[in-house]
């Protein structure tokens, strides 16, 4: 099993910055995707951003330019810095967790989610 506890939600104007973090515990030996994805209300949960251990990363494109994900590998942690916030971007945040065989953006296989944060954006 793997748990992840993601945290650095909360309201933010337009235009201003908010840094999600996830961090993994137990089985971490088995993850070799970690993914971003978002739901606002009444929507459907997207994909918003991910990372392959061994190489690449995935953005949407509706935050490409503006969200960045990275990866702590002394700290076993993921980030999303998400910059230029816009009011559209107000959904709970989801991490989650897959083996390397799973397709960044595609939310089935992914094996592990996160509780969710809520993000914000509005004056």
């Known amino acids: 099993q793997v748990q992840l506890v993601e945290s650095g939600g909360g309201l933010v104007q337009p235009g201003g910055s908010l840094r999600l973090s996830c961090a993994p515990s137990?089985?971490?030996?088995?993850?070799?995707?970690m993914g971003w994805f978002r739901q606002a209300p009444g929507k459907e949960r997207d994909s918003v951003a991910g990372?392959?251990?061994?190489?690449?990363?995935y953005y949407a494109n509706s935050v490409k330019g503006r969200f960045t994900i990275s990866r702590d590998n002394a700290k076993n942690t993921v980030y999303l810095q998400m910059n230029s916030l816009k009011p559209e971007d107000t959904a709970v945040y989801y991490c989650?967790?897959?083996?390397?065989?799973?397709?960044?953006?595609?939310?089935?296989?992914?094996?592990?989610w996160g509780q969710g944060t809520q993000v914000t954006v509005s004056s």
């Open positions: 990372i392959r251990w061994s190489a690449g990363t």
């Open positions: 989650a967790a897959g083996p390397s065989s799973v397709r960044i953006e595609i939310q089935t296989g992914y094996d592990y």
């Open positions: 137990g089985r971490t030996f088995s993850i070799g995707v």
